[in-house]
């Protein structure tokens, strides 16, 4: 069997992986909220004691927890996303016998990979506008977490519209005191939306090899 056969076994098995990483989260998300809702105030006649442990609570669930899983999750699947896109056009590119490689277009690894699929190997890149809305998201926010940790003060004028925007359009992004937080909503749409783009690529080559 070919190396290329290998590298794209590779990258459907790091889609594999990706799912049970997701499960893995959702498994020890329900875990930490279950203790957080064993634990009680200090001080339980004291209202004071009261509020604040219910602030604390509700941080620690909603922000704190939400944040730490979910923003390195997309952060994990922008990587798999960016590798397999790689690896596709690369193996493609050696298919063809052509010289350049998608590495050679600037951009984003969106913009790349659609520039060499339509413009170098003229083949069609993404073929569902939902998918290819929820990637940009997911570009969007991995760029927010990998060099803010998603503290909203921290991005750019246009990074920050982009957030407020997702904010209103119930994708499962919201904020909180500043803190961009990610929703289960949205982790599990981009996982989907990888998987379909990656599997649908795939399979093109093997169609056409």
């Known amino acids: 069997m070919s190396l290329s056969f290998f590298r794209l076994l590779d990258v459907k098995l790091q889609l594999h992986a990706l799912n ?55 952060i994990t699947l922008h990587s ?29 690894i969106l913009i790349k990979a659609k520039k060499y699929f339509e413009s170098v190997l003229h083949l069609d890149f993404i073929t569902d506008n939902k998918v290819n809305e929820t990637l940009k998201h997911l570009v969007a926010l991995r760029n927010a977490f990998a060099h803010s940790n998603g503290q909203i003060s921290m991005l750019k004028e246009g990074a920050k519209k982009q957030i ?10 919201k904020t909180h005191m500043g803190l961009i937080i990610i929703e289960e909503k949205f982790a599990l749409s981009s ?8 599997q649908e690529l795939s399979n093109r080559r093997v169609q056409n090899g």
């Open 20 to 74: 049970d990483h997701y499960e893995m989260i959702q498994s020890q998300l329900n875990i930490l909220i279950e203790e957080e809702n064993k634990t009680t105030p200090e001080h339980p006649y004291d209202e004071d004691s009261c509020i604040a442990h219910a602030e604390e609570k509700y941080h620690r669930c909603e922000v704190l927890f939400p944040r730490v899983f979910y923003g390195s999750y997309v």
């Open 80 to 108: 798999v996303l960016e590798s397999s896109l790689i690896e596709i056009c690369n193996t493609l590119q050696n298919e063809a016998g052509l010289s350049l490689k998608v590495n050679d277009i600037n951009g984003s």
């Open 164 to 173: 407020e925007q997702f904010e209103t359009m119930n994708i499962g992004i």
């Open 191 to 198: 996982l989907r939306a990888v998987e379909f783009l990656v």
